[in-house]
């Protein structure tokens, strides 16, 4: 990449950026991305080294993505939906979801909205590869690998950010995308909550005897959802929630024990697994950052909430985040030019905060009470809960509107993320 730089040639030019990224992952470089695209200088932090010679003719990776048409309108927006297009994807017409206690069951179709699908499951891989494709263009961003940050200091004018080796940047505004972890977000000293769910989630993918009909298919039981998710004809990328304890031994299992254990979790809905590929597995945690801004420092993504991800929500949330920061930004800049008015003050930055906190909120409180629901933990709860789901798959006003909500978005979008292009079916491509 022409654009990847040393931390001693920044030091020698003694300049303040704009924009600051600190993680290289989907919501990192998509506001890096978003931010450039809008004029800004940007230098994007990745301690990870790149991988842009990665092809997908090699094996299926084991984390996926489900994105909502909000996500594919961020992509399409920023040029590089058409780079995700080229590669391997589904996009998935149906959800069909049942628990094997009961004859209870629901279904979506994108027919039921009038829609042409109700998203695309995609390797995060080619996601993040169509981004550091468009990034390794973009004049405006800068590319520093392998650096780790010792300290933030958030002083009257500018983020002052310290490296290991004591050379110190400056920027108008810090953006922590650096995960559930988040470094940034203990180095300016912003606490959060956390609730462990004492379950697990193992992730991979899978040959099935049977197509999936470019459906997801979700089925509940006492040990916890699993799914399928449509990648390929055959290829389904599988989501399987176990108690946290049975993590290490679901990874150690050897292919042919997998296959059956993945059958049986099943139900055989997709006949026998014919194939096994890379497996990863990790605990399942909500997180919550107490605030997401303070003057020039912002967090966005998993390093501001974490949410239970039955429904696919996480990595959506967080594109939400990212484009709801540069428009604020964006519309502060341009309001406030003339003034010469610092666009990264803390009362800016407390309007995306506003806009994106309590929806995200909102969403996580919304998984739990979905996991609460589907737990089967006695025969009274258990009886009513599957009077519900008969009777919520027969009531399509109320059903199509959740599924809208899912795929759309809700309340005021970013206007990267507005439906203003027109979708075309396309089932999925191998």
């Known amino acids: 990449m022409k654009n990847i730089v040393s931390l001693e040639s920044l030091q020698n030019q003694n300049k303040v950026w704009d924009v600051v990224i600190v993680g290289g992952g989907m919501v990192g470089a998509t506001?890096?991305?978003?931010?450039?695209?809008?004029?800004?200088?940007?230098?994007?932090?990745?301690?990870?080294?790149?991988?842009?010679?990665?092809?997908?003719?090699?094996?299926?990776?084991?984390?996926?993505?489900?994105?909502?048409?909000?996500?594919?309108?961020i992509f399409r927006s920023l040029g590089v939906w058409e780079t995700i297009?080229?590669?391997?994807?589904?996009?998935?017409?149906?959800?069909?979801?049942?628990?094997?206690?009961?004859?209870?069951?629901?279904?979506?179709?994108a027919k039921d909205i009038d829609e042409p699908n109700l998203g695309y499951?995609?390797?995060n891989d080619i996601v993040v590869n169509a981004l550091w494709q468009a990034i390794a263009d973009h004049d405006n961003i800068k590319v520093l690998l392998g650096e780790s940050i010792s300290a933030v200091n958030l002083a009257d004018e500018t983020a002052d950010i310290t490296f290991s080796n004591q050379i110190m940047l400056q920027a108008k505004l810090l953006v922590g995308a650096d995960g559930a972890l988040s470094k940034t977000r203990e180095l300016v000293g912003i606490d959060h909550t956390e609730h462990e769910y004492q379950q697990c989630a193992i992730v991979g993918c899978v040959e099935t005897e049977l197509p999936h009909q470019a459906t997801c298919w979700q089925r509940y039981q006492q040990t916890g959802p699993f799914a399928?998710?449509?990648?390929?004809?055959?290829?389904?990328?599988?989501?399987?929630?176990?108690?946290?304890?049975?993590m290490a031994w679901a990874l150690g299992l050897n292919a042919e024990d997998f296959k059956l254990a993945i059958e049986q979790a099943s139900g055989l809905k997709l006949g026998k697994i014919t194939k096994v590929y890379e497996r990863a597995g990790f605990p399942l945690v909500r997180r919550h950052a107490n605030q997401y801004v303070l003057p020039h420092f912002a967090l966005v993504g998993d390093a501001a909430h974490t949410i239970h991800p039955q429904a696919g929500q996480g990595v959506n949330l967080?594109?939400?985040?990212?484009?709801?920061?540069?428009?604020?930004?964006v519309t502060a800049r341009d309001a406030e030019?003339?003034?010469?008015?610092?666009?990264?003050?803390?009362?800016?930055?407390?309007?995306?905060?506003?806009?994106?906190?309590?929806?995200n909120a909102i969403v996580q409180r919304s998984m739990e009470g979905f996991?609460?629901?589907?737990?089967?933990?006695?025969?009274?709860?258990?009886?009513?809960?599957?009077?519900f789901i008969s009777l919520g798959n027969k009531f399509l006003t109320v059903k199509n509107w959740l599924v809208k909500q899912a795929l759309n978005g809700r309340g005021d979008l970013p206007t990267l993320a507005k439906q203003k292009y027109k979708t075309t079916k396309r089932l999925n491509r191998g």
């Open 337 to 359: 030019a003339q003034d010469q008015k610092d666009w990264s003050r803390k009362s800016v930055l407390r309007r995306y905060e506003r806009w994106r906190k309590g929806d």
């Open 228 to 246: 399928f998710l449509s990648m390929a004809n055959n290829v389904s990328s599988i989501a399987w929630y176990l108690p946290v304890e049975k």
């Open 318 to 329: 967080g594109l939400l985040d990212a484009a709801a920061l540069v428009e604020t930004v």
């Open 121 to 123: 499951v995609v390797e």
């Open 85 to 109: 297009q080229n590669h391997r994807n589904c996009a998935f017409t149906d959800m069909h979801i049942w628990e094997d206690i009961s004859a209870a069951e629901v279904h979506f179709s």
């Open 371 to 387: 996991d609460w629901l589907f737990k089967q933990e006695n025969e009274s709860k258990n009886s009513l809960r599957s009077s």
């Open 31 to 73: 506001t890096a991305l978003a931010f450039a695209q809008q004029g800004f200088s940007v230098l994007l932090l990745e301690r990870q080294q790149l991988n842009l010679d990665w092809s997908e003719e090699g094996d299926y990776r084991p984390r996926v993505s489900a994105l909502t048409r909000a996500s594919e309108n």
